[in-house]
C-alpha cells in the first residue's frame, strides 16, 4: 500500500534548508545511516540515531511502499577501539565484535527498532575499500607514503562544504595529526600498515587495514550505488567523517551525487548534562532496560523531542512517558479496529516531527477514538502484536470491588443520591485504579500507582 498524498518534507544538512523530498527512484528509495564501532554495548546516545532513522525508514515504506525502500546500516568491526579492547581483555577480536552486533541487535529491537534490510560489515568489504583507494591514487585524489594511503583534501575543491569550514578553519580548530608522510595536515587516512599482531589484509600497498572513513564510501556505493537519497548519523559525524566520505566519494565517481539529502540528529544529553563517563551519567541502553525501564518508555521519550533539537533523558521524563503509555495499552486493548491516521503521518512527514506526531495520540486518547491511537503506536513501534508484559493486566482479582461499585450504583439508582458512589469512585482513583462504569457494568483497572493496600481497607 503506497500512500501518495504525503509529501515528505526533510531539512538537508548540505543546504541548510527543509526542503520537499523526491527520491531519485521512488521505486528504491535508498538511506544509509552510519552504524556503531561494535567493541561495547551500545550507550543511550547510540540509540537516539536508530530510533529516528527507524521512524524515518517506517514513514518511506508507507509512502513509497514496503518493497520500495532500501534502508542501510553498517557495523564498523575494525577499529583501533576494537584492537585496544581485544589486547587488553585477551579475547578475540571476532569473539568481541559478533558479541556486541548480537548486544546491539537485541536492544535495540527492545526499543522498537527494526532492523535495516542491510547490516553490512567493514571486515566483509575489504577488497572493495582497496579498489576503491587505487581508484582515487589513480585519478589524482590519494597518495601513497609510508605504507600509508592519505586523500588529498586540495584536490578536492568542495572539501568542507557539507560542514561549511574551509580547509585552513579546519587546519586551525582541529586536533590535525601532523604526520611526516601527509602532504597537507588535514589529509586523511584511506589505508595503513599492520604489524603482525593486529588485523591486516594484503594490499598493493602491504598489508594494512583501513582508515575508518572510507568503508562507508565502499559499502554505500557497492549497496546503493553511486547516487542515492539519505544519508544519516549523529551530528557529532558531519566533520570529519561525512565530510570525508563526500570526498571519498565524489572524487571516486565523479558522475554520482552519493547523497542528496543528508540527515543529522542532535545528541543526547542526561538530565542537562552532556552524557560521559567522567561525569558517571554514562550508561547503556542495557543497564536502563535492566532497571526495569521499558523499552517503549525509552522510545517514547525520544520521540518527544525532534531529532534535531538537543535530547534531555530525565527521570521525570521516564515516569511521565510510562503513566501515559499505561494509560493508551488500557485503550488499546479494547480497539477493535485500527487505523493510520494521516494527521499523524503529516506530522513525521514534517522533517519528522514527531512531538507533534505524539501530541496528536494525546488527542486521539483524548477523544476515546481507540481505533486511531492504537493505529499510531502501531506506526510509530511502540505497540507490537500483544501488549508488552509490562502494560499487560496484572492478573489481580478486583472482582471484589467491582461488585462493590456495581451494587452501590443499583442503590443509588433506587435513592437518587449518588454521593456514595462518587466516594467509591475517588478511593479507587486513589488506590491507582481506573474505573470504568457503563450500562453493561463495571470494570475496574490497576493503573499507574496501583495500590492494593489502599483497596484493601474497604474490605
Ligand atoms: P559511534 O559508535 O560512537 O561511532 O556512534 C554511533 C552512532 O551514535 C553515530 O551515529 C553517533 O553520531 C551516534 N551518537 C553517539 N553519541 C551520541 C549521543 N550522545 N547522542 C546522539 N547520538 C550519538
Ligand atoms: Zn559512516
Redesign the pocket.
Known amino acids: 500500500m503506497t500512500s501518495s498524498q504525503t509529501v515528505i518534507k526533510l531539512h538537508n544538512t548540505k543546504t541548510r534548508s527543509k526542503q520537499v523530498f523526491t527520491p531519485i527512484d521512488a521505486q528504491n528509495v535508498r538511506m544509509y545511516?552510519?552504524?556503531?564501532?561494535v567493541y561495547d554495548r551500545a550507550?543511550l546516545?547510540?540509540a537516539?540515531?536508530v530510533v529516528v532513522f527507524d521512524i524515518l525508514n517506517r514513514l518511506l515504506r508507507h509512502v513509497y511502499g514496503e518493497t520500495h525502500v532500501t534502508y542501510a546500516r553498517n557495523f564498523?568491526d575494525v577499529d583501533d577501539k576494537i584492537n585496544t579492547r581485544a589486547a587488553e581483555s585477551g579475547r578475540d577480536i571476532s569473539e568481541i565484535t559478533e558479541e556486541t552486533i548480537t548486544w546491539f541487535l537485541q536492544d535495540m529491537a527492545a526499543l522498537g527498532a527494526k532492523d535495516p534490510d542491510l547490516m553490512p560489515r567493514a571486515t566483509q568489504y575489504i577488497s572493495q575499500m582497496v579498489a576503491m583507494i587505487g581508484d582515487l591514487i589513480n585519478k589524482g585524489h590519494a597518495y601513497a607514503a609510508e605504507g600509508h594511503v592519505l586523500f588529498s583534501v586540495e584536490s578536492y575543491k568542495e572539501y568542507g562544504a557539507l560542514s561549511g569550514r574551509s580547509v585552513d578553519d579546519m587546519i586551525a580548530g582541529a586536533r590535525v595529526e601532523v604526520a611526516p608522510y601527509k602532504r597537507n595536515p588535514m589529509d586523511f587516512v584511506l589505508w595503513k600498515p599492520s604489524s603482525d599482531d593486529l588485523p591486516g589484509w594484503e594490499s598493493p600497498w602491504g598489508r594494512g587495514r583501513p582508515g575508518w572513513h572510507i568503508e562507508c564510501s565502499a559499502m554505500a556505493h557497492d549497496l546503493l550505488g553511486q547516487s542515492f537519497d539519505i544519508h544519516g548519523?549523529?551530528?557529532?559525524?558531519m566533520f570529519p567523517h561525512h565530510e570525508n566520505e563526500i570526498a571519498q566519494s565524489c572524487c571516486a565517481h565523479p558522475d554520482g551525487t552519493f547523497a542528496k539529502v543528508w540527515m543529522h540528529?542532535?545528541?543526547?544529553q542526561v538530565e542537562g548534562k552532556k552524557?560521559s563517563k567522567s561525569l558517571g551519567n554514562f550508561f547503556t541502553v542495557r543497564d536502563l532496560l535492566d532497571k526495569g525501564v521499558p523499552g517503549e518508555v525509552i522510545r517514547f521519550v525520544f520521540l518527544s523531542t525532534h531529532y534535531g533539537k538537543p535530547m534531555d533523558w530525565t527521570e521525570k521524563k521516564a515516569g511521565e512517558a510510562k503513566a501515559t503509555l499505561l494509560k493508551w495499552y488500557r485503550m488499546v486493548d479494547n480497539a477493535e479496529d485500527e487505523t493510520v491516521p494521516q494527521a499523524m503521518i503529516d506530522a513525521l512527514a514534517d522533517d519528522l516531527n514527531t512531538a507533534k506526531a505524539l501530541t496528536e495520540l494525546h488527542s486521539y486518547a483524548s477523544k476515546g477514538d481507540s481505533a486511531a491511537l492504537s493505529g499510531a503506536m502501531r506506526f510509530l513501534g511502540l505497540l507490537g502484536d500483544r501488549l508488552p508484559d509490562w502494560a499487560a493486566k496484572p492478573s489481580v482479582d478486583l472482582s471484589y470491588f467491582e461488585n462493590m461499585l456495581a451494587a452501590a450504583r443499583e442503590k443509588a439508582m433506587e435513592t437518587k443520591d449518588f454521593s456514595g458512589v462518587d466516594d467509591l469512585k475517588k478511593t479507587f482513583m486513589q488506590a491507582g485504579v481506573e474505573v470504568r462504569m457503563s450500562k453493561d457494568g463495571v470494570e475496574l483497572l490497576p493503573a499507574a500507582g496501583f495500590d492494593m493496600t489502599k483497596l484493601e481497607a474497604l474490605k
Open positions: 545511516v552510519c552504524g556503531p564501532t550507550h546516545g547510540n537516539r540515531p564498523t548519523g549523529g551530528n557529532d559525524l540528529n542532535e545528541m543526547l552524557m
